[in-house]
């Protein structure tokens, strides 16, 4: 019996540097798949064919929001951020233009509400640029790209950050990056007495 719990303890000592590699490795991915244009999410798409699990961030701005039909979810159309200035003529522009070439300049994503229901939902206003995180299931649909985020909730908080403008928004990603997960700076032992207490 002795020797099965042995095994049990070396086995649960091996999981927690496994947890930590896959930390580092989140947190690598959620910093390096980082995009404030239409081009680039493109090219990213269309280059790396990201797999369901892969997130990218974006700062962009909002042209046009939508429920959708099932009431569970919201639609936001964006545009490259740092158009904001130019938004209303950027907007007439891309009015004209046929939707084949509309949909090549515009990322789609779809929001989901937050599975639970005392979570509001996220508002969206167009013409506002926002950062959102951890966009997943990337493809192309037609000539759009296409993705989908879960919004608000205790497992991800702060996926979305509305900002005055685009520069507000470069600047606060700057002053807060992603840092990287690091095991050494604390004990392991020291947390599992801190869930025990709680």
Not at 19 to 39: G, I, Y
Not at 48 to 57: D, L
Not at 145 to 166: C, H, K, Y
Not at 172 to 193: G, H, M
Request: charged letters at 30%; hydrophobic letters at 40%; proline letters at 5%.
């Amino acid at each position: 019996m002795r020797a099965g719990i042995d095994d049990a303890e070396t086995a649960a000592a091996e999981l927690l540097p496994e947890a930590d590699a896959e930390l580092n490795d989140q947190a690598t991915v959620e910093a390096t798949n980082f995009f404030v244009s239409v081009k680039e999410v493109r090219e990213f798409v269309k280059g790396e064919v990201p797999a369901a699990g892969v997130f990218i961030s974006v700062i962009m701005c909002v042209l046009t929001v939508e429920r959708l039909v099932n009431n569970r979810g919201t639609r936001v159309t964006l545009v490259d951020g740092f158009v904001q200035p130019h938004f209303k003529a950027y907007c007439r522009r891309l009015e004209k233009m046929d939707p084949f070439r509309r949909d090549a300049r515009v990322l789609q994503v779809t929001v989901w509400d937050p599975k639970i229901r005392s979570h509001g939902r996220p508002r969206f206003q167009t013409g506002v640029v926002y950062e959102l995180k951890k966009i997943h299931i990337m493809k192309f649909y037609h000539d759009m790209v296409q993705g989908s985020m879960q919004s608000l909730g205790t497992a991800n908080p702060g996926v979305i950050q509305e900002f005055a403008d685009f520069e507000m928004a470069k600047r606060a990603r700057l002053d807060s990056p992603a840092p990287l997960f690091n095991n050494q700076a604390r004990n392991p032992a020291d947390e599992d007495e801190k869930e025990e207490m709680m």
